[in-house]
């Protein structure tokens, strides 16, 4: 449940697993500074794009979040955190794409009549050309449903080259939409591309052609497959039935939130069952899951994003229509202090009062720009392989703080929800992955459970 004021909740995020870092190959501290400077967004602001067509003249389409002279409504109904291209678990990011047709499927939380999608280039060196994009009701595995396929357009266009370091959302295409529903977007990118910016655990599959597949209903020519997705970061709609006053809940943090762990093309991550929730009573709304595996609160990487304190601004704020923001972040800050052997190089040791100094700067932005912030408890972990005696008595003093200080707008008490009667400091059996840190399917759906709809 969801307590007010001095009642508190836990929020923690994780790693993506600590059992599959010890065989990763480790940067060295040269090689880490290295690759983290290289991995720095350029600003976005006063982006715009290029959008080209055979013998069409360059049109121009803003980058910037929202729906800024569109004359539209947009909410978000889909999002993912964008990251800096690496080979910490194999995936297509460091090598990009030539003439390939990327596939990837998303269910989004809320309907609409109108449909757009959002690129990111945040993290490319080069300008992304995209050849063209088009997007269709789901089918299984990589087919759709047929009659369903529909062009994306770029300010009229058909093609669209995003800058290195921005991003662009599509023209409005009018299209029903379903909240809970699977919609296919399809990428064509002639290429080379570059370096792409992805985003590692998307527990879902990714489909690749070689050549130009975009139109195709059916999974033929889709031979390649990897779990992440790469350049969309997001899906949005306007109109329709669901009730577009009311706004979008972002859930933030690192792999816990991000569903490490859970069913693969399922959608058994946390805030999809949040979603799952909110439809159920009749009034969709979004719910935008910027979790990271790997992600902290106080310092960047190259490989699990920047610091959470400097990318909520992009990743919570930067999004359309947002109400409230439901933070689970720390455990990895706690778990990887003073690590030497961390991917990006030896950790610092952090306190628990620069924990609480990160998260009151996350509630500091998110008042700032009128959104509710919602504290959620770390959870258990005990048994993880970067479980500490000295890790737990930092959790415990961090969800101590969060539910007496008064500091969040709300709390949610994850670590309750989550803890074993018989040892609350480790997960219940029956919500364990398997890995002491990572909740199972039943964990995530207990994690949804335990928030107050009432409250958001």
Do not use: C
């Not at 009018?174 to 985003?199: C, D, I, N, Q, W």
Request: charged content about 20%; cysteine-free.
């Amino acid at each position: 449940m969801i307590m007010s004021g001095t009642k508190a909740r836990r929020s923690g995020g994780a790693l993506f697993a600590a059992a599959a870092l010890v065989t990763l190959p480790v940067f060295g501290t040269e090689r880490g500074a290295a690759a983290m400077a290289a991995s720095a967004p350029a600003s976005t602001a006063g982006a715009t794009v290029a959008a080209e067509n055979a013998g069409e003249p360059a049109g121009k389409n803003s980058a910037s979040p929202g729906d800024r002279g569109s004359g539209q409504r947009w909410r978000g109904a889909w999002a993912t955190s964008p990251q800096a291209p690496h080979a910490l678990m194999p995936n297509w990011s460091v090598t990009g794409f030539t003439d390939h047709t990327v596939r990837q499927v998303v269910r989004v939380s809320t309907g609409g009549t109108k449909a757009r999608i959002e690129l990111s280039n945040r993290y490319g060196r080069t300008p992304l050309k995209v050849t063209g994009a088009t997007i269709a009701r789901a089918g299984k595995g990589a087919s759709v449903q047929a009659g369903s396929v529909r062009d994306l357009r770029f300010g009229g266009h058909r093609s669209v080259t995003v800058p290195a370091g921005g991003e662009v959302r599509t023209d409005g295409l009018p299209m029903k939409v379903r909240a809970l529903e699977s919609l296919t977007v399809t990428l064509y990118l002639a290429g080379p591309t570059g370096p792409a910016t992805f985003h590692q655990a998307a527990w879902a599959t990714t489909y690749r052609a070689k050549g130009d597949h975009r139109s195709d209903t059916g999974a033929a020519a889709f031979t390649e497959k990897s779990g992440s997705w790469y350049y969309l970061s997001g899906v949005e709609v306007s109109g329709g039935k669901d009730d577009a006053r009311r706004e979008a809940v972002v859930t933030f943090g690192d792999s816990i939130t991000d569903g490490y762990g859970s069913t693969t093309d399922a959608n058994r991550r946390y805030p999809d069952a949040l979603a799952e929730r909110l439809a159920a009573t009749g009034h969709p709304r979004g719910v935008l899951n910027q979790g990271i595996g790997g992600n902290r609160v106080t310092a960047d990487s190259s490989w699990a994003g920047e610091k959470g304190v400097a990318r909520f601004r992009h990743d919570v704020l930067g999004e359309p229509n947002v109400g409230s923001v439901i933070v689970l972040e720390g455990i990895n800050d706690i778990g990887a202090s003073a690590s030497p052997n961390w991917p990006d190089g030896p950790a610092p040791d952090v306190s628990v009062a620069q924990l609480i100094q990160g998260h009151r700067s996350l509630i500091r932005q998110a008042h700032a720009a009128g959104v509710k912030a919602i504290g959620a408890t770390v959870t258990p972990f005990k048994g993880a392989d970067y479980y500490s005696e000295r890790g737990e008595a930092k959790r415990d003093a961090l969800n101590a703080w969060i539910r007496t200080s008064g500091e969040y707008d709300e709390v949610v008490d994850l670590d309750r929800a989550l803890s074993d009667p018989s040892d609350h400091d480790r997960l219940a059996p029956v919500y364990d992955s398997g890995d002491h840190l990572h909740p199972s399917d039943a964990g995530y759906r207990a994690m949804a459970e335990a928030v107050d709809l009432d409250e958001l």
